[in-house]
């Protein structure tokens, strides 16, 4: 008993709606898993289709087109510096499990912002749920993530999707909420109905605002991906779980430098998006 007199049993009203939720929804449980692993999959076939050569090609062919020589340069070295090393599977595996939780964590959070853009009641609604999902440790993700999916990439992947959302559902709804209100006024005035209003006026002047959402859902999802490696998510963090285990530095050095140098590469990428959208606006 605590120094109050009393126990709040909130620990154990979780546990029962996780057993509430395991006997009468597993069902649904389970078809979330098959279009995850499907997701998930699919980026990793092609991924490991494509020879390591030809990958690093489309790379530094994006990064001189988006960022300028500098950092093309910096990206071929740094993608043969990981082939080097052995990890360029490792990181083909984290990158497919990135993407796949990005794009579905924007498939949900898009539209999550837009209507908390759009609605008040809607966004005050979502606020205490965005604030719950960015203060909790990430490793309180994992435990319901295994009981409902078990082990392996589909757990890993949802959840990073849950940790990795809500910069997108913000960035949106506060990019939207940004647009000018004389744009707004001038989009009515032409007789825009509200999908066209929002498709041809908000969306592209708050293009800068979600991009770097999306670029903060990468950040985030690439850091969840290493910390769900504890639970069989595979790539880069099963290689720093590995040093971790067997005390080998080097191998968690060189394991901790291929998440660094894919960190760089997304960001550096997806910055570049943001900022030529800025600049045309």
């Known amino acids: 008993m605590s120094d109050l007199g009393f126990t709040l049993p909130i620990g ?4 029962a709606v996780v057993e509430f939720l395991l006997d009468n929804f597993t069902p649904a449980f389970d078809a979330i898993a098959d279009v995850v692993e499907a997701v998930v999959d699919a980026f990793a076939v092609a991924l490991a289709w494509m020879p390591w050569w030809a990958m ?11 960022v300028g020589r500098g950092f093309a340069l910096f990206a071929v070295i740094a993608l043969l510096a990981l082939v080097g090393m052995d990890l360029w599977d490792a990181t083909m595996r984290s990158l497919s499990l990135v993407i796949a939780s990005t794009l579905l964590s924007l498939a949900i959070g898009l539209p999550l912002g837009i209507a908390a853009a759009r609605s008040d009641r809607v966004e005050n609604t979502l606020r205490p749920a965005l604030d719950l999902m960015q203060t909790m440790p990430p490793f309180v993700y ?12 589909v757990p890993g992947a949802i959840a990073t999707v849950i940790f990795s959302m809500p910069p997108a559902v913000r960035l949106t709804a506060l990019g ?6 004389e744009m707004v006024e001038a989009g009515r005035a032409f007789g825009c109905s509200d999908r ?28 969840m991906v290493v910390i769900a490696s504890m639970i069989g998510a ?15 530095i080097g191998l968690g050095f060189e394991a901790g430098l291929g998440v660094v140098v894919l960190a760089i590469v997304l960001d ?3 910055q570049s998006v943001g900022r030529s959208k800025a600049r045309k606006r």
């Open 234 to 248: 595979g790539g880069l963090g099963n290689e720093v779980l590995r040093g971790i285990q067997r005390l080998d």
């Open 142 to 153: 994992l435990i319901p993530a295994v009981m409902f999916f078990g082990l392996g990439q």
């Open 176 to 181: 939207i909420r940004q647009v000018p209100a």
């Open 268 to 270: 550096r990428l997806t």
């Open 196 to 223: 066209q209003l929002l498709y041809k006026v908000q969306l592209p002047n708050a293009l800068p605002a979600i991009m770097a959402g999306v670029n903060q859902t990468i950040m985030l999802s690439l850091s």
């Open 12 to 15: 154990d009203g979780v546990e």
């Open 56 to 66: 690093i090609i489309i790379i530094t062919g994006i990064a001189f087109w988006r």
